[in-house]
């Protein structure tokens, strides 16, 4: 059974279990104002992407900390939920988090396979998802829904923010490497688009198998033997590890710059790569170097309260419950149409990122920085060159 099939069949049969609760999906999680919220937090604690959802879940709960336990005057009660390794355990997930635990809305997912998994059911059941990761680019274009919103990015745009800059710093063609599912394949559709646009040559372009990929000499061999002056890449989480420090040992970051989207050096990754993934240049709307008081004074607070940086995974989901406490201040109710009806009134978010909002198709518009790995203080760090057009 492919990914399309068994999501098509999951879904189904909770709308079937959805419809079995009677009236309830349309109210519960909220019920009346002033009483206790259930807010369903879905990310991934097993698999892959596990450390990412670790830092999601840190985001969302400092931002509840922060505020005393509250989002818009609501006392929240969190549920989590294990999205794991991809659909086939997130869509069942975040449907339990819906129709047995009667969350209100649902926050979180890192992977974009899920989140395309889930958009029917959010749409069907009528309850908000705010997508905190995963970036699909389906799920603000061509199926965005009223009651799915994201709080991250769009693959395609990030890919899209490097693709003029790696034209003009390249000096000769570029070969595209990437996990085999739909972030890497829009992350490198993205930036070939704009990479290409801005006169940029394409030397080879491979897929490699998602969340099976260890041992990455047969592609670096692949590349050498191209000709290509520089790589451009999408790997996040433990493949985003493997493939750098592979890259470094097998030689080629000494001869061909690499570069990627801003997951290939984030957070714990980049510890785990340390020196050898200095000089990597990204594309990312976050970095823990962004010298702003509001970015200084949240990282600040992460480091006190879980004793490391933050990540741009941990922004995006504080930045989810930032949109929710404005959107529960509208809705007290908190009930699926008019929780909608509020998010999009939420107007500006003050980020760690910088200001954003949620631009006509529910997607975070935002700035991006072209960031590049540097040996800062006895550790490692994405530095901050310049804002990316
Ligand atoms: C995604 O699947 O959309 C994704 C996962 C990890 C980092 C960035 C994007």
């Given at each position: 059974m492919g990914y399309r099939s068994i999501i098509t069949a999951l879904s189904a049969s909770a709308l079937v279990l959805a419809g079995c609760g009677g009236s309830s999906l349309g109210q519960s999680g909220g019920g009346q104002s002033g009483g206790e919220v259930k807010i369903g937090l879905l990310v991934p604690l097993s698999g892959v992407y596990a450390p990412l959802g670790e830092d999601m879940r840190n985001g969302f709960k400092l931002y509840l900390d922060q505020h005393g336990g509250k989002l818009g005057g609501r006392t929240i009660k969190l549920v989590t939920a294990d999205e794991g390794?991809?659909?086939?355990?997130g869509v069942p997930a975040a449907q339990k988090l819906v129709t047995?635990?009667?969350?209100a809305a649902v926050v979180g997912v890192v992977n974009s396979a899920t989140a395309l998994g889930l958009r029917d059911f959010f749409h069907e059941s009528k309850r908000p998802l705010l997508v905190a990761n995963a970036g699909a680019d389906d799920i603000t274009g061509a199926r965005k829904s009223d009651y799915v919103w994201r709080t991250s990015f769009a693959n395609g745009k990030v890919g899209a923010a490097l693709g003029p800059a790696v034209a003009e710093d390249a000096k000769g063609g570029v070969y595209l490497i990437a996990a085999d599912y739909a972030a890497g394949r829009e992350m490198v559709g993205g930036f070939r688009k704009t990479f290409e646009a801005a006169g940029g040559k394409v030397a080879g372009e491979k897929y490699t198998p998602f969340g099976k990929t260890q041992d990455y000499q047969p592609y670096l061999s692949a590349i050498r033997a191209s000709g290509a002056k520089a790589v451009y890449t999408f790997y996040a989480g433990a493949e985003a590890v493997s493939f750098v420090k592979q890259y470094k040992q097998f030689g080629l970051a000494g001869e061909t710059p690499l570069y990627g989207t801003g997951f290939l050096t984030e957070g714990g990754v980049l510890d785990a790569q340390g020196e050898a993934a200095v000089g990597v240049k990204t594309s990312l709307h976050y970095s823990t170097e962004l010298d702003t008081p509001r970015n200084k004074e949240f990282v600040a607070a992460y480091r006190k309260a879980f004793n490391e940086p933050p990540t741009v995974y941990a922004v995006q989901a504080h930045d989810a419950a930032a949109v929710l406490d404005k959107a529960l201040a509208k809705a007290p109710g908190a009930e699926g149409d008019a929780l909608v009806k509020a998010l999009g009134g939420v107007g500006p978010i003050d980020s760690p990122r910088g200001q954003w909002s949620f631009d006509a198709d529910h997607d975070a518009q935002q700035k991006y920085y072209l960031r590049e790995v540097r040996s800062k203080d006895g550790t490692v760090v994405n530095a901050v060159i310049r804002e990316l057009k």
């Amino acid at each position: 059974m492919g990914y399309r099939s068994i999501i098509t069949a999951l879904s189904a049969s909770a709308l079937v279990l959805a419809g079995c609760g009677g009236s309830s999906l349309g109210q519960s999680g909220g019920g009346q104002s002033g009483g206790e919220v259930k807010i369903g937090l879905l990310v991934p604690l097993s698999g892959v992407y596990a450390p990412l959802g670790e830092d999601m879940r840190n985001g969302f709960k400092l931002y509840l900390d922060q505020h005393g336990g509250k989002l818009g005057g609501r006392t929240i009660k969190l549920v989590t939920a294990d999205e794991g390794a991809g659909p086939q355990t997130g869509v069942p997930a975040a449907q339990k988090l819906v129709t047995q635990d009667q969350a209100a809305a649902v926050v979180g997912v890192v992977n974009s396979a899920t989140a395309l998994g889930l958009r029917d059911f959010f749409h069907e059941s009528k309850r908000p998802l705010l997508v905190a990761n995963a970036g699909a680019d389906d799920i603000t274009g061509a199926r965005k829904s009223d009651y799915v919103w994201r709080t991250s990015f769009a693959n395609g745009k990030v890919g899209a923010a490097l693709g003029p800059a790696v034209a003009e710093d390249a000096k000769g063609g570029v070969y595209l490497i990437a996990a085999d599912y739909a972030a890497g394949r829009e992350m490198v559709g993205g930036f070939r688009k704009t990479f290409e646009a801005a006169g940029g040559k394409v030397a080879g372009e491979k897929y490699t198998p998602f969340g099976k990929t260890q041992d990455y000499q047969p592609y670096l061999s692949a590349i050498r033997a191209s000709g290509a002056k520089a790589v451009y890449t999408f790997y996040a989480g433990a493949e985003a590890v493997s493939f750098v420090k592979q890259y470094k040992q097998f030689g080629l970051a000494g001869e061909t710059p690499l570069y990627g989207t801003g997951f290939l050096t984030e957070g714990g990754v980049l510890d785990a790569q340390g020196e050898a993934a200095v000089g990597v240049k990204t594309s990312l709307h976050y970095s823990t170097e962004l010298d702003t008081p509001r970015n200084k004074e949240f990282v600040a607070a992460y480091r006190k309260a879980f004793n490391e940086p933050p990540t741009v995974y941990a922004v995006q989901a504080h930045d989810a419950a930032a949109v929710l406490d404005k959107a529960l201040a509208k809705a007290p109710g908190a009930e699926g149409d008019a929780l909608v009806k509020a998010l999009g009134g939420v107007g500006p978010i003050d980020s760690p990122r910088g200001q954003w909002s949620f631009d006509a198709d529910h997607d975070a518009q935002q700035k991006y920085y072209l960031r590049e790995v540097r040996s800062k203080d006895g550790t490692v760090v994405n530095a901050v060159i310049r804002e990316l057009k």
